[in-house]
């Protein structure tokens, strides 16, 4: 069993632990006692960029305040000319806390009197460092090269934090999570041999995500790239439905998960494009969307009864497993990188990042 493997079916506990200490909300509370908040940033590069996204949705919908996700370098570069200030509440979530350019930007909106906020794992980082006030994802250790329950665990510490500012019940929603995943990774070992053999021999694949499913299908594609090392590229269904579309032929592979929408039948259109050539196809779906086209065949159809804004954590789960296997049927080890050197060469992340085995 790869180390990737087994961090994956660690996420229960992780989440467990995360449950049971959740980030203190009261330090958050007092620091915005005084703000009229205008704007939430929430940035990370990576796997954390995708956490970003879906936590950035969490905190609009909990507070009715604009809430937008960017990347760490995109917004190292903006952070001068995006009107930061008092009035905005800045959120940097990296697993290491070891990402230079996330450090900057942060410490430069902390200059200008945002409230930075820091998730990691890693409490005494650069990024912890350099914020106001930092959450502990309680992940533990996740040496390897694709981060799978440290997706999951920043994703919700931040989550916790913006429904319980809300004044909204957080528990409920989590540990329902935290059950759903549980059902999630059983259900996909018993179909997931079949899905290997669909696609081990492709060129490229293409993840598509539907609703809130979307950013877990692109960080699906994330994990099947990093570590099963060939072209993925993730899309949101309606861009995949215009010229995206014409990229796909012979030695193509795709993986749908959809997710409820209120134009649930562009999930069948997509559907019956896809069907017009012949590439294999996984396709995966909440409850709501299998439900609303009961039609199509689904390989995997998920229950995310109960869990709230975390419903893309379920979704993220198959297409982890999925690069997992994926990887070692094309014969490559999940824990090597391609290229070790990486983040030495490039400096993109610290030394700490380095003692932590990123």
């Given at each position: 069993?790869?180390?990737?493997?087994?961090?994956?079916?660690?996420?229960?506990?992780?989440?467990?632990?995360?449950?049971?200490?959740?980030?203190?909300?009261?330090?958050?509370?007092?620091?915005?006692?005084?703000?009229?908040?205008?704007k939430i940033w929430i940035s990370g590069s990576g796997t954390s960029l995708f956490a970003s996204e879906i936590a950035a949705r969490i905190w609009e919908e909990a507070l009715g305040i604009d809430a937008e996700a960017i990347g760490a370098l995109q917004f190292r570069e903006q952070v001068e000319s995006l009107y930061i200030g008092p009035d905005t509440l800045v959120i940097a979530i990296s697993q290491t806390?070891?990402?230079?350019?996330?450090?900057?930007?942060?410490?430069?909106?902390?200059?200008r009197g945002a409230l930075s906020i820091a998730c990691t794992a890693f409490p005494e980082s650069p990024l912890a460092q350099a914020a106001d006030i930092t959450l502990d994802s309680r992940t533990g250790p996740e040496n390897t090269p694709g981060k799978t329950k440290g997706f999951i665990t920043t994703t919700v510490a931040v989550g916790i934090v913006a429904l319980a500012l809300?004044?909204?019940?957080?528990r409920a929603p989590t540990e329902a999570l935290l059950d759903k995943i549980v059902a999630?990774?059983?259900a996909t070992d018993i179909?997931?041999?079949?899905?290997?053999?669909?696609?081990?021999?492709a060129k490229a694949i293409w993840t598509v995500g539907s609703g809130r499913m979307a950013p877990a299908a692109v960080e699906g594609g994330l994990k099947i790239l990093e570590v099963a090392k060939l072209p993925v590229i993730g899309?949101?269904?309606?861009?995949?439905m215009h010229g995206q579309f014409h990229a796909i032929g012979e030695g193509a592979g795709i993986v749908f998960v959809a997710g409820i929408m209120?134009?649930?039948?562009?999930?069948?259109?997509?559907?019956?494009?896809?069907?017009?050539?012949?590439?294999?196809?996984?396709?995966?779906?909440?409850?709501?969307?299998?439900?609303?086209?009961?039609d199509l065949k689904w390989d995997l159809v998920l229950d995310t009864a109960g869990v709230g804004p975390f419903e893309p954590l379920v979704g993220a789960i198959p297409l982890q497993l999925l690069a997992e296997k994926l990887a070692r049927a094309r014969g490559l080890d999940p824990d090597q990188p391609r290229y070790p050197e990486l983040y030495r060469i490039s400096g993109s992340k610290s030394i700490y990042a380095k003692a932590a085995g990123k």
């Open positions: 069993m790869s180390r990737l493997d087994g961090y994956i079916r660690e996420t229960p506990e992780a989440l467990g632990r995360l449950i049971d200490a959740p980030p203190a909300v009261e330090p958050v509370r007092a620091a915005l006692v005084g703000r009229k908040l205008r806390g070891a990402t230079n350019v996330l450090v900057e930007a942060l410490s430069v909106a902390r200059a809300a004044d909204d019940d957080w999630t990774l059983a179909a997931i041999d079949d899905w290997v053999m669909r696609l081990k021999e899309k949101e269904l309606e861009e995949m209120s134009k649930a039948n562009r999930i069948g259109d997509l559907r019956r494009v896809i069907d017009t050539v012949n590439v294999p196809v996984v396709a995966i779906a909440d409850g709501q969307a299998a439900a609303a086209c009961h």
